[in-house]
């Protein structure tokens, strides 16, 4: 056999598959020192979350300075699958034992915030003309805990990346505005701490805006605020199964309606989910050390960070004004809407001696003027 024919026999079938890491390398990399930048600039202010920064550094690169084509599979990476990590170690900040904290009625009452949320949203998103996917993506990001919630739902919808980029936006920016304009409200009615934090807890979205926001009323605020808010975070899982199931049913009877195939579809409890209430389960079982705790929160905090910015380099102001106006107005009233049923709600989910045994990451990474970093109840 000539060596013409053995090459010839070394068809591409057979021939190595390209390297996926070397392909993602580059645009991971330069995810990675955005996410540096960010997290320097968010350790400048207790009042920044680098999750906050990082969405908005990564939107401002992209809508700024061209992005070779060459980093859109470590971009892809990282703002998917790096995201699904620190979700998955977003559940070390919370033990069942923490539920107890608010008791029976106080579980029942964040439950009913998060759902008065979630389908009011819906709701205004339909009186608006925005399309279903889009409403729900901006309903579970107010609903839930932000970004991090509409990346674990996007898997079950069919949005499209200018959708989810324009969600994403949406709650960073209502976030960040709470962070400004509900300590200006505490004062104003003259909340005690425990009370401001329980409202904090209930009506932002992102954790870290949570304690930014919370930060401002002291230590106590910032305990409570952190237990209601992870309440909110661990009805995440319920939520993305209640959304696949019902996407489910929805392509089963247009299926049957036009004869296709329903081909492929969500998986109802997606694996990082599962690996969320996992990571709930460990932390319950108190096995894990305070040190080993520290280092979980601070990786959880690094790859949310990376995943953030990785999003955020998605975001395209001109694809979004295709979308127009009408999504921004929704955002605003869904952020008033989420506000107001928490400040309602506070009165009845406050307990009065309410403390906090989870670990709150960004607080305890940056905290405030003469605050010591929060050490478990559990621990002491």
């Known amino acids: 056999m000539s060596s013409e024919t053995t090459s010839d026999a070394a068809s591409p079938a057979t021939a190595p598959a390209p390297n996926v890491w070397k392909q993602r390398a580059p645009g991971f990399g330069f995810v990675a020192v955005l ?16 999750l906050v920064v990082g969405v908005a ?5 992209a809508n700024v300075a061209p992005i070779p084509d060459s980093f859109a599979p470590g971009i892809t990476w990282a703002a998917k699958q790096v995201l699904r990590m620190g979700i998955v170690l977003l559940g070390l900040r919370l033990s069942l034992g923490d539920l107890g904290e608010l008791g029976a009625r106080g579980l029942v009452v964040v439950t009913a915030v998060v759902a008065t949320t979630f389908f009011g949203t819906q709701w205004l998103a339909r009186r608006f003309g925005i399309g279903d996917d889009l409403g729900l993506l901006i309903a579970t990001g107010y609903s839930i805990c932000g970004a991090s919630a509409i990346a674990a739902v996007n898997g079950t919808v069919r949005a499209d990346d200018d959708e989810t980029a324009y969600a994403i936006t949406l709650v960073t920016l209502c976030g960040s505005l709470s962070i400004i304009v509900l300590p200006a409200i505490g004062t104003l009615l003259g909340l005690d701490d425990a009370t401001f934090g329980t409202w904090v807890g209930g009506a932002v979205h992102d954790v870290g805006q949570v304690v930014a926001t919370a930060s401002t009323h002291g230590d106590e605020a910032v305990e409570t605020a952190t237990v209601v808010k992870l309440t909110r975070v661990v009805l995440l899982a319920p939520l993305v199964a209640l959304v696949a199931l019902n996407r489910r049913k929805r392509d089963s009877e247009a299926a049957a309606a036009t004869g296709e195939d329903v081909g492929s579809r969500p998986p109802i409890l997606p694996l990082f989910v599962a690996g969320f209430l996992a990571m709930i389960v460990v932390r319950t079982t108190d096995v894990l050390s305070d040190d080993v705790l520290d280092v979980a929160a ?12 990785g999003l955020g380099l998605g975001v395209r102001v001109a694809k979004m004004r295709k979308l127009g106006g009408r999504p921004l107005v929704v955002g605003l009233l869904a952020w008033v809407l989420v506000a107001g049923v928490a400040g309602l709600a506070t009165p009845v989910t406050k307990k009065k001696h309410i403390r906090c045994r989870v670990r709150s990451v960004l607080f305890a990474a940056h905290p405030g003027p003469g605050t010591k970093r929060a050490v478990p109840r559990s621990r002491r």
């Open 35 to 50: 996410a540096a930048i960010a997290w320097l600039a968010a350790s400048t202010s207790s009042a920044l979350s680098p």
């Open 57 to 61: 550094l990564g939107a401002l690169v």
């Open 298 to 309: 601070d990786l959880e905090k690094i790859l949310l960070t990376v995943a953030l910015v």
